[in-house]
């Protein structure tokens, strides 16, 4: 596969639907760098002096290989689930709406990149697991009460909003504010 190739990784694909047409993918993306490492080289789109054309999202790369994918098979297909899975930690992003990870893998792994700071509590601690993003309940308010209905209705959408933070120091998650740029505490409850 040309993503293993290029990206110096190992690319495994699950069917989760194989009695339909319509086929949800989960595709794991086992990457040989560490998080830091690896956030860079995606973010800035330069891997051994390829330009992998990450900041330009018609011509990024992962969507290419996704067209081609999509182009070469006779069914249908999306991805449900990416897991990029670094040496230290892991990155789950999850559907929101039909296509949205390949249309918008690009901008998280750039917004993942300027928030490394920020989700790492200043460099001092790196969470195992990132879920983008978690969806928000409808009783639960951001330490700003003035969001109205509209704002929220489309945070709860968006992969810009909230992140799941796992860290080894405590048993909870912890819920990032990719806007705010900071981690809000409180609990967080996983649906499937």
């Known amino acids: 596969m040309k993503i293993e190739k290029d990206f110096f990784c190992k690319v495994s694909i699950v069917n989760q639907d194989s009695f339909t047409t319509t086929n949800d993918l989960v595709l794991d993306v086992s990457f040989n760098f560490n998080?830091?490492?690896g956030l860079s080289i995606l973010a800035l789109g330069k891997l051994d002096g390829q330009d992998l054309m990450l900041q330009n999202e018609k011509d990024s790369f992962f969507q290419k290989a996704f067209q081609k994918l999509r182009i070469a098979s006779n069914n249908l297909f999306d991805i449900k689930e990416l897991n990029l899975i670094f040496k230290d930690s892991t990155i789950v992003v999850y559907r929101i709406f039909e296509n949205s990870i390949a249309l918008e893998l690009n901008k998280i792994i750039i917004e993942l990149h300027k928030s490394y700071t920020y989700f790492t509590k200043g460099l001092t601690q790196?969470?195992?697991?990132?879920?983008?993003?978690?969806?928000e309940n409808s009783n639960f308010y951001t330490k700003s009460a003035l969001v109205n209905n509209n704002?929220?209705?489309?945070?709860?959408?968006s992969y810009y909003s909230f992140w799941g933070l796992y860290f080894d120091s405590k048993v909870d998650s912890d819920i990032y504010d990719?806007?705010?740029?900071e981690i809000i505490y409180g609990k967080l409850t996983m649906l499937e």
């Open 35 to 37: 998080l830091s490492e």
């Open 126 to 135: 790196l969470p195992y697991e990132i879920h983008v993003p978690i969806l």
């Open 151 to 157: 704002t929220k209705e489309e945070n709860q959408k």
């Open 178 to 181: 990719a806007q705010g740029k």
